[in-house]
């Protein structure tokens, strides 16, 4: 089966040849399976935002190649309609609102593919849904009335009415509340129960390594590790070099394992965290 993001030996300058010459991306390489949730993690300058922007056509691959949905990111006309596969998210979405109501910015993306009004209504109102909001309250109201958390939930709701194959999110949880990042992580997870691809870049670890499948590791416009969740888990030397701190609940279930007790150390949600504490205590 195709993989729905392949990446192969990738390269990206900005501005080459000139005084400002930025080698962004260094030969990167990796795939992602259809339905899979990537995580990608690194420091400001590492190359996360450049190379999400190629996942959806903004921009095209210097050398290498980007597969997206069986569509070669190089070819111009192809690379354009990539927005109707993939949706991104930018890491303040709500600066990007430009509409004179709450429906008209969620219904925007739907109309320019061409559906009927009443599906475009649909889409607006299960989107809205989606991002914690009450269509029959927020539809009327003007974006720019609304408070920072809740226009990015309505830019949110924008690019999930879309239906796309695959929703990236350029660090997403920045500057929001704990409210705000839980609904963040609860659509992620219902796109997962839908088997749909997700990619999210973030400097924090702990937020989403219970939900993650795959997790790459930035640096300096390398990709320094990419792998399952429980590969990082087990790669002591990644997780010190590069302070990726773990939740406090894996933490002390690899500390009680380095203290000979039989526990399995591959959990990462709370709840299974508690369940095989309470196993080790029976």
Known sequence: MPKIIDVKELDFIYMPGSPYEQNA??????????????????????GKSTLVQLFNGLLSPGRGTVTVCDTDTADKKLRQQLWKK????????????FQIS?????????????ISETEVRQRVY?????????PEETIGVTPISLSGGMRRRVAIAGMLALNPE???MDEPMAGLDPIGRKLILDIINNRKEHKLTS????HNLKEIIAIADKIAIMDSGCLVFFGAVSELLENNNILAKYRLELP????????????????????RSLNEAALEILRLLA
Do not use: C, W
């Open 126 to 134: 299960l989107a809205l849904e989606q991002v914690g909001l009450i």
């Open 102 to 114: 709450v429906y008209d910015e969620v219904a925007y993306g739907p109309r320019n593919l061409g």
């Open 25 to 46: 991306l260094k030969n990167i390489s990796f795939s992602l399976d259809e339905g899979e949730f990537l995580g990608i993690f690194g420091p400001n300058g590492s």
């Open 199 to 202: 990619v999210m870049t973030s």
């Open 86 to 97: 993939v949706s991104l998210v930018f890491q303040y979405p709500e600066q990007q609102i």
């Open 248 to 267: 406090d609940h894996i933490q002390l279930l690899s500390a009680l394992a380095e203290r000979g007790l039989k526990v399995n150390t591959n959990i």
């Open 166 to 168: 695959i929703l990236v």
